[in-house]
């Protein structure tokens, strides 16, 4: 994972260090919360994520930083090609690597840049119609570590609003497309992205008359 001291490529993308500082800030804040409260997701547990990547759905702007790591790593084009695959938004995320026949057991390949929808699937805070706040965890979780309702109450004082994280993530960049996608459909998009950003960067590169942007109509414009 990229440490705070170092500054994480963007590629001229805007908003692309705050996001990964933002997903560092929040990893530190829950898992402390996680620490003194005593609870954590069940080891080796991988439930929540193998399911459709329809299930799952995300912005293109989330998964920029995991592009670009997965391209300066050289892995972008095969990335692309397995993301290629028929029907890939019915499959589970590429990046979980299940350990049990019944796909429940497994760990995600690429924990440290995942969005943050995977990040509240260990738990997050909602405020309900009565203005009160509740919080949302899974069945397996509530049922490993007997979470009785007023612990529950005291712990969803202590996380931050769902609705406040999804706030900060979107006005990073308001260039970008806001619709969600079946993250394997938002992973080939913020890929495609990021290799032509990083060909129009290369001096090396034949270089294009314009650079695509992503507009916030969900289509392809050009830079002004």
Request: proline share 6%; aromatic share 10%.
């Amino acid at each position: 994972m990229f440490e705070a001291t170092e500054k994480f490529p963007s590629l001229g993308i805007e908003g692309i260090q705050q996001l990964v500082d933002f997903y560092r800030q929040y990893d530190n804040e829950t898992n402390e919360i996680r620490k003194n409260r005593g609870f954590y997701c069940l080891p080796g547990c991988g439930a929540c994520c193998y399911v459709p990547s329809s299930k799952i759905e995300v912005s293109v702007f989330e998964l920029i930083p995991l592009s670009i790591q997965i391209a300066m790593n050289g892995k972008g084009d095969e990335t692309l090609q397995l993301l290629e695959t028929e029907n890939i938004e019915q499959q589970p995320c590429i990046f979980y690597k299940k350990n049990s026949e019944d796909g429940k057991q497994g760990f995600c390949s690429e924990y440290a840049l995942r969005p943050l929808i995977c990040r509240l699937f260990g738990g997050g805070a909602r405020v309900k119609k009565d203005a009160t706040r509740e919080m949302l965890l899974c069945k397996l979780l509530k049922e490993e570590h007997r979470l009785n309702q007023e612990m529950l109450d005291q712990i969803s004082q202590e996380f931050p609003l769902n609705s406040d994280t999804s706030s900060i993530v979107r006005n990073l960049n308001l260039t970008f497309d806001s619709n969600l996608y079946p993250i394997n459909i938002a992973m080939k998009k913020a890929l495609e992205y990021v290799m032509f950003r990083m060909q129009w960067y290369n001096p090396d590169a034949p270089e294009p008359d314009e650079p695509p942007v992503l507009t916030p109509e969900g289509g392809m414009d050009h830079a002004a």
